[in-house]
């Protein structure tokens, strides 16, 4: 709520998102649903909080995601990477702002606007299982290719180093 109520530190972003022929929903007006086992170590309210509403959003297709964020602001740093991980899960794009001594209005509405042409054409992806392996692929094991983890929201969520052979 400190960011999105306080004008001075967010350049009014959230009315003038709200002016871009848009319906903004503070979080504070969706249901919350339980908090995942998974984030069994957010410490802070409002962010236990936003992970909840992150799945409310993420269910939800007319539904997307705006965080407002502090730069150096320490659990915002582990929200936005719980945030990111769970807006992944379905492809669906959002939008972090993150306000800091260095922003301008103007960067930060354009930001906005891209992320409303982003939000307007995306269109759920289905959930396909794997196609199954061919019985007639074989493994060679002459040579090692790694793949290390470039991203934690690309890679595997253990984020270790796969090893295939090639």
Not at 10 to 33: F, H, Q, S
Not at 68 to 76: K, L, R, T
Not at 114 to 132: D, I, M
Request: glycine share 6%.
């Amino acid at each position: 709520p400190y960011n999105v109520n306080d004008t001075g530190l967010n350049v009014g972003l959230a009315d003038k998102i709200a002016r871009m022929v848009v319906t903004v929903i503070p979080m504070d007006c969706l249901d919350e649903g339980k908090l995942e086992d998974r984030w069994y170590n957010m410490y802070w309210n409002y962010g236990q909080a936003i992970v909840r509403i992150a799945r409310t959003v993420l269910d939800h297709d007319r539904l997307f995601g705006v965080m407002f964020s502090n730069f150096c602001c320490g659990p915002d740093s582990y929200l936005m990477t719980y945030f990111k991980e769970i807006m992944h899960e379905r492809h669906k794009p959002f939008l972090i702002v993150q306000f800091d001594a260095h922003g301008a209005d103007a960067g930060y509405v354009t930001r906005a606007e891209a992320a409303l042409e982003s939000f307007r054409a995306w269109r759920p992806v289905p959930r396909r299982a794997p196609p199954p392996a061919k019985a007639s692929c074989t493994i060679s094991r002459e040579k090692i290719v790694f793949f290390p983890p470039l991203d934690p929201i690309g890679s595997s969520p253990s984020g270790a180093i796969h090893a295939f052979y090639a």
